[in-house]
């Protein structure tokens, strides 16, 4: 690409000194000297239906919730979007004792009242997003995301990459 057609200042912006185009993608070169794109440098992901999907917004909507420590939207290259749930279990478990809910950490995610509590969280979400973006099937994790097993940055940004391959078993169940 030369630039932008009468637009010297876009075209600035885009193309560095050296010639380099930045589209906002990470890549590497391969062994044949092939460009490979490996990610992202915004947070926006692609359905398989060619929709794209700004996850960040939705999970901090979510986050709002006392119930909810984490939120992270899944569905890039999928045809759907779902969701992994990390529960303030601060707050859950008093919930449950007041459901009348004693029982083991394990059962009590997975209990009706306890997913329904959080159905209607993502209800409430998903009433105002576009079709295409809303959340169709949630998981309720009860681990912590930790710098030290590289899903998350110092900064406790989410590593999408490294959620993908920690939670690949969970993440395929929903799909």
């Not at 950490?105 to 295409?132: G, R």
């Not at 930790?146 to 690949?168: C, H, V, Y």
Request: aromatic share 10%.
């Amino acid at each position: 690409m030369q630039g932008y057609y009468k637009d010297l200042e876009a075209t600035e912006a885009a193309i560095d000194a050296e010639g380099w185009l930045h589209t906002g993608d990470l890549g590497e070169f391969t062994a044949e000297g092939f460009l490979k794109i490996t990610g992202h440098k915004k947070n926006l992901f692609k359905l398989s239906t060619g929709k794209y999907i700004a996850p960040q917004p939705i999970e901090e909507q979510l986050k709002r919730s006392p119930f909810v420590k984490q939120a992270i939207i899944i569905g890039a290259h999928r045809k759907f979007c779902t969701l992994l749930i990390f529960p303030d279990l601060d707050y859950l478990c008093p919930q449950a004792e007041g459901m009348c809910l004693s029982v083991p950490l394990e059962k009590m995610l997975k209990h009706s009242k306890i997913t329904a509590l959080y159905q209607s969280l993502i209800n409430d979400v998903n009433q105002h997003l576009p079709h295409w973006s809303t959340i169709k099937r949630f998981r309720l994790l009860h681990l912590t995301l930790a710098i030290e097993e590289g899903a998350s940055k110092p900064l406790l940004t989410i590593k999408r990459d490294n959620i993908d391959q920690l939670f690949a078993a969970e993440i395929e169940a929903m799909y």
